[in-house]
């Protein structure tokens, strides 16, 4: 487990480098996304492209500004709304209670459309890695993004404040602001994401439902197929034997018991000579002369 808290100066540090080194492509997606914005259904997959480039950023890949209108994007509406919604009423039901536990809440599910993206989770496994990822560090989360912001408004009032040329300025300090944000969000990103892997490691049943848990079998699919160890049943010992098929049949037409065998029945003796007052029953008989 990750037991050093989050650093927020290096998380900033790492996350300016990173937008100044990428600045052209991320300058290029953020007023891809700020053009198109506004273009239903298709703002719907720009912005889980941007979620998808905030994850490349944590890995150190090489943004591309146009992949935010990547077709694959809309595969995963379905689950985006979906836990969006859980969101929304969640915060909204922490709201009820006044405005501090809906901040704390949305601090701690703010990684699970990452997750959702990225660690091929459901919606709600999403957002109980959210929160368990991020316990312990919701108020460094708070405070970073509020260093961000205090620095991005003090360089901006005061460029804003040069005659003429404050305006233009200002607008480019913004832009700028908005490329470094996206960069740090992914550095900070790289680091629950780490922390996730490990939760998920120790306790994959936690986050992953059964069915989707590498080498889980459903109670139905138990029985669709039978086991490969299982052997059909023999019935040959209830079979009748060849040679004892034509004893039987003798028996029964001799008028013997059909259950009897031939190795059963003692030997057959000679017939014995007829007496003197009884014919013989070999003697031919009138009829056949």
């Given at each position: 487990?990750?037991?050093?808290?989050?650093?927020?100066?290096?998380?900033?540090?790492?996350?300016?480098?990173?937008?100044?080194?990428?600045?052209?492509?991320?300058?290029?997606?953020?007023?891809?996304?700020?053009?198109?914005?506004?273009?239903?259904?298709?703002?719907?997959?720009?912005?889980?492209?941007?979620?998808?480039?905030?994850?490349?950023?944590?890995?150190?890949?090489?943004?591309?500004?146009?992949?935010?209108?990547?077709?694959?994007?809309?595969?995963?509406?379905?689950?985006?709304?979906?836990?969006?919604?859980?969101?929304?009423?969640?915060?909204?039901?922490?709201?009820?209670?006044?405005?501090?536990?809906?901040?704390?809440?949305?601090?701690?599910?703010?990684?699970?459309?990452?997750?959702?993206?990225?660690?091929?989770?459901?919606?709600?496994?999403?957002?109980?890695?959210?929160?368990?990822?991020?316990?312990?560090?919701?108020?460094?989360?708070?405070?970073?993004?509020?260093?961000?912001?205090?620095?991005i408004g003090l360089v901006s009032g005061i460029l804003g404040a040069i005659?003429?040329?404050?305006?233009?300025?200002?607008i480019l300090v913004a832009l700028l602001s908005a490329a470094i944000m996206?960069?740090?969000?992914?550095?900070?990103?790289?680091?629950?994401?780490?922390?996730?892997?490990?939760?998920?490691?120790?306790?994959?049943?936690?986050?992953?439902?059964?069915?989707?848990?590498?080498?889980?079998?459903?109670?139905?699919?138990?029985?669709?197929?039978?086991?490969?160890?299982?052997?059909?049943?023999?019935?040959?010992?209830?079979?009748?034997?060849?040679?004892?098929?034509?004893?039987?049949?003798?028996?029964?037409a001799a008028g013997e018991p059909a259950g009897a065998a031939a190795g059963?029945?003692?030997?057959?003796?000679?017939?014995?000579?007829?007496?003197?007052?009884?014919?013989?029953?070999?003697?031919?008989?009138?009829?056949?002369?």
């Open positions: 487990m990750i037991t050093e808290k989050l650093d927020i100066m290096k998380t900033i540090r790492e996350g300016i480098q990173y937008g100044l080194k990428n600045f052209l492509p991320l300058l290029l997606m953020v007023v891809l996304y700020l053009l198109t914005i506004w273009i239903p259904y298709l703002n719907v997959g720009t912005t889980i492209g941007l979620y998808k480039a905030v994850i490349g950023i944590g890995r150190g890949e090489t943004i591309d500004p146009v992949a935010i209108f990547d077709k694959d994007n809309f595969k995963l509406i379905g689950n985006f709304f979906l836990l969006q919604g859980f969101i929304v009423v969640g915060s909204f039901a922490a709201a009820v209670f006044m405005f501090f536990p809906a901040m704390v809440i949305a601090i701690a599910w703010g990684c699970a459309v990452f997750f959702l993206i990225d660690k091929k989770v459901s919606p709600l496994k999403a957002l109980q890695l959210s929160y368990d990822s991020t316990f312990g560090n919701k108020w460094r989360i708070f405070f970073t993004g509020l260093i961000c912001a205090f620095i005659p003429k040329i404050g305006p233009v300025l200002s996206v960069a740090v969000e992914g550095v900070m990103y790289n680091y629950f994401s780490q922390k996730a892997d490990l939760l998920i490691a120790g306790n994959k049943t936690k986050y992953f439902d059964a069915a989707a848990t590498p080498g889980a079998q459903s109670k139905t699919d138990s029985f669709a197929e039978p086991k490969a160890s299982a052997q059909p049943r023999d019935y040959s010992a209830y079979a009748p034997k060849p040679d004892a098929e034509p004893a039987a049949e003798t028996a029964s059963d029945t003692p030997a057959e003796t000679a017939p014995e000579a007829p007496t003197a007052d009884e014919p013989s029953p070999y003697a031919p008989k009138p009829d056949d002369l």
